[in-house]
């Protein structure tokens, strides 16, 4: 066979006529007219199959997959009910991109829509959890094909410990986008390697506020839709997976009436980013049987999920506001004596402003306690708040999986609001 035609000079939709004429030609007898390995009688597939030989390819696939064109592409310009087909590029770290070895080809995670699959809140979850093991967090698209029917993403996110059905032992490359795209271009999939460069160009330039509005496509939806309290709060598992995962936070509630100076005083505990209210709860159960009375109180920056938390705790209606959490200010300039952020809903160049502003919503002598759902030892909150010059006065245990003995992450660490 000969060396692959210069993908450039194929235009795809022409190709995609052509493989229709020579179908139709061999079906009438021309006798000019052939097909490489037929199946009889003929089908489409056999035509295709003709034509990337034609140029040069192994495959119908190998051909498309070199030449088919991507355009840029905004979330609110998709019709996402002809969405057909999704392709996602990983990025586990800013700048470093996933590969995973399918059948000795680098490839990126990538499978037709299911029927009545949700791209955002299904789709994008499965694929590669499916593919690589690897779940992803951040979602945001950024190419779609000609035909607007195969939509391409790029997640961050880390590979998956926990109990979703996943994939683990995939053969999995990560480097700098760069080599990434020497790999692919190495394979002839130039169109990969084009979209694994789009997407951490797309990475290193989004807004804040495009970050914003994508995270809340990616996690509003699938946690109103979640079957369990944990679920609209993020949380994959039951009661008591959600008890040994998140229980451990309140070990920050340890010392500290006595650290303010009112022993026998109710705590007031703010979540920064509380979803559907679930932890912010559940510290009140969890923290009466560590004989700590907890207050609570939550901000979102989703308003529906603000709404659910309020329909969840009526008795807590008033408690719930929607704001970002690393602007916001309660509307009497109230501190609370523990407030919890959660790192990894900001951007890496994000984070150290997010950490500075709760700070600032703590009762002078509390705490604040940061956590990190990351499960990697490089991405621990306690490696991340120290490098922003905190001191870490505190940090909870961690549990492991009852079904696979797994840590839950790593440890969340609290830090200290200057006494007055
Ligand atoms: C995984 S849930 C956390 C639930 C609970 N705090 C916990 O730690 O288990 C993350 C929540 O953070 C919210 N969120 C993301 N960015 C935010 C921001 N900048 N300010 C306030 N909430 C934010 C999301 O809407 C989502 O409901």
Redesign the pocket.
């Known amino acids: 066979m000969s060396t692959p035609s210069d993908p450039s000079t194929i235009d795809l939709a022409q190709a995609r006529r052509r493989a229709k004429e020579l179908l139709a030609a061999v079906r009438a007898g021309d006798p000019n007219a052939a097909l490489v390995h037929p199946h009889d009688p003929p089908r489409l597939a056999d035509a295709h199959h003709t034509i990337a030989r034609s140029h040069g390819f192994t495959s119908w696939t190998a051909l498309v997959r070199a030449v088919e064109p991507f355009d840029p592409v905004a979330a609110d310009d998709i019709d996402w009910d002809r969405i057909r087909e999704v392709s996602i590029v990983c990025l586990p770290a800013t700048g470093i991109v996933s590969l995973y070895d399918d059948g000795g080809r680098w490839v990126i995670p990538h499978d037709q829509r299911r029927p009545s699959e949700h791209v955002w809140d299904e789709t994008l979850l499965r694929i590669p959890l499916e593919r690589m093991g690897f779940r992803r967090q951040g979602t945001h698209v950024f190419a779609i094909d000609r035909a607007r029917r195969h939509v391409v993403f790029w997640v961050d996110g880390a590979p998956y410990t926990g109990n979703r059905p996943h994939r683990d032992d995939a053969n999995v490359w990560s480097g700098p986008a760069d080599d990434a795209a020497e790999v692919l271009r190495g394979q002839g999939d130039l169109v990969l390697a084009d979209l694994v460069t789009r997407a951490a160009t797309d990475q290193a330039t989004m807004s804040y506020e495009r970050h ?1 509005q994508d ?2 496509r990616t ?2 939806g699938g ?1 109103l839709r979640a079957p369990t309290l944990a679920g609209g ?3 994959g598992g039951d009661e008591q997976d959600w008890h040994d995962a ?1 229980e451990v ?1 309140t070990a920050a509630l340890e010392g500290l009436p006595e650290d303010l100076g009112r022993p026998d005083q109710p705590i007031s505990f703010l ?6 209210g ?3 709860a559940s510290f009140v159960r969890w923290g009466a049987a560590r004989g700590v009375e907890v207050e609570p109180y ?5 308003p529906e ?1 603000v709404a659910r938390a309020q329909e969840l705790h009526p008795q807590w209606s008033d408690r719930f506001w929607v ?6 200010h309660h509307p009497t300039g109230r501190r609370f004596d523990l407030a ?1 952020l ?1 790192l ?3 951007p890496d160049d994000h984070q150290e402003r ?1 950490v500075r502003h709760a700070l600032s919503l703590v009762t002078p002598g509390g705490r604040l306690l940061v ?1 990190n ?1 990351e499960t990697r030892a490089e991405f621990a909150a306690e490696r991340i708040v120290t490098s922003y010059g905190f001191d870490v006065v505190g940090r909870t245990p961690v549990r492991v999986r009852r079904q696979n003995q797994k840590p839950y992450g790593t440890p969340s660490v609290w830090i200290r609001s200057p006494p007055q």
């Open positions: 914003q995270l809340q996690l509003t946690y709060s993020g949380f998140r936070l979540d920064l980013g509380c979803a559907n679930h932890l912010a939550g901000l979102d920056l989703s999920l704001g970002d959490a690393s602007l916001w919890h959660l990894d809903v900001f997010a956590s759902y």
